[in-house]
């Protein structure tokens, strides 16, 4: 990091004016503004890499309009089981041979029944055993069950507050924007680290994505990760369905740049996360989004459901841009003091893994 570059503290009292200003600076400008803001306060060549592992899929009764694991979809995901403890623990030791320093995983649930909750316990407690992170995503969490995850190991929850407050219910309707920010605070006051972002390119106008970053700038801390993605209409959902074949059906790429260097300045000390939708971007694409700020991604073939890039092209690409994986601790992590295995993780250079 360079000594010359400013180091803007976090603020979380954005005006959405403010955002919708950064939206609006001319392209050039805005890189720039936030590749500075990036470089004082993470290692620019450095891209944190993480696997993600659906360990439940389908079947799930919420209605999100953009997911194929919805009851509501016709999307030809077949339910599943939670899978064995052993299973899980057996996929997190090959994505830590590969380089992973995280371990994402998601099960397909509102919420997480009590029932299920030994073995989620079981697994968490056998991924901080390995040395490595673990991130999950369950839905909605009661206080008790964040408690029991942070007693247990957890060092992330994932739970995306998907979109903008007004444009929330034309994409969900079996919960509200409030029911995520109350499980947010709950996993916060359990001192688990928070990920939570969102989806872009689901027919939103601007408007939409400022107050997407708004809501997540302005929470009483910034979320340390924070996914953006480009969604992946699928048909047989609701926004597969109404998006396919229309020119909404892809998020134009500056946009999304755009917003992935939106989201850095205004969450310079976050991780910026490239999710789904990485699979359908150019190189020169991913490497405007590594320029305006994000810093992480998830490695492997599929994303729960969906495809993703693939170890073979992320290793090229990396190596192409002379990129290499982060080691240790996030910046925001640090500083918020929860506990992560993070600082255990020995990175190696994805290319060498292969
Ligand atoms: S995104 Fe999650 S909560 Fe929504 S339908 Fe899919 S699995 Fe269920």
Redesign the pocket.
């Known amino acids: 990091m360079s000594a010359a570059q400013p180091r803007p503290e976090p603020r979380t009292d954005w005006t959405r004016a403010e955002i919708a200003a950064l939206f609006d600076l001319p392209f050039t400008e805005l890189i720039f503004r936030a590749a500075g803001v990036h470089r004082a306060h993470h290692a620019p060549a450095e891209i944190q890499l993480c696997t993600l592992l659906s360990i439940k899929t389908g079947g799930?009764v919420?209605?999100?309009g953009?997911?194929a694991?919805?009851v509501f979809a016709d999307a030809g995901v077949k339910a599943t089981k939670l899978m064995d403890v052993r299973e899980v623990l057996q996929s997190a030791a090959r994505a830590k041979d590969a380089g992973s320093q995280r371990f994402c995983m998601?099960a397909?649930?509102?919420n997480p029944k009590d029932r299920d909750m030994p073995a989620i316990v079981e697994i968490v407690k056998g991924i901080a055993a390995m040395g490595m992170e673990s991130c999950m995503?369950l839905?909605m969490l009661t206080p008790s069950q964040a408690g029991r995850l942070a007693d247990a190991g957890l060092d992330y929850y994932n739970h995306n507050i998907d979109t903008s407050p007004e444009r929330y219910s034309e994409v969900?309707t079996t919960r509200t924007m409030d029911d995520r920010l109350e499980t947010l605070c709950h996993v916060r006051s359990a001192g688990i680290n928070v990920c939570s972002g969102g989806i872009v390119g689901m027919g939103e106008t601007r408007a939409d994505r400022v107050g997407f970053i708004h809501t997540l700038a302005t929470l009483p801390r910034h979320p340390e990760s924070v996914p953006v993605n480009a969604l992946v209409p699928v048909r047989g959902t609701v926004l597969g369905n109404m998006l396919a074949d229309t020119p909404l059906a892809k998020i134009d790429d500056i946009e999304f740049v755009r917003t992935v260097a939106v989201a850095r300045i205004t969450m310079p000390l976050s991780m910026v996360r490239l999710s789904a939708g990485r699979e359908s971007m150019s190189d020169a694409t991913q490497a405007l989004c590594f320029l305006a700020g994000a810093n992480s991604i998830f490695t492997g073939d599929t994303l729960l459901t969906a495809p993703n890039a693939g170890d073979d092209a992320d290793a090229a690409l990396m190596e192409r841009l002379g990129m290499t994986p982060m080691q240790g601790e996030e910046p925001l992590a640090k500083i918020n003091g929860a506990k992560t295995n993070g600082a255990k993780i020995d990175g190696r250079a994805l290319a060498a893994a292969e």
């Open positions: 799930c919420e209605d999100c953009y997911c694991q919805s998601g397909a649930w509102r995503t839905g969900i």
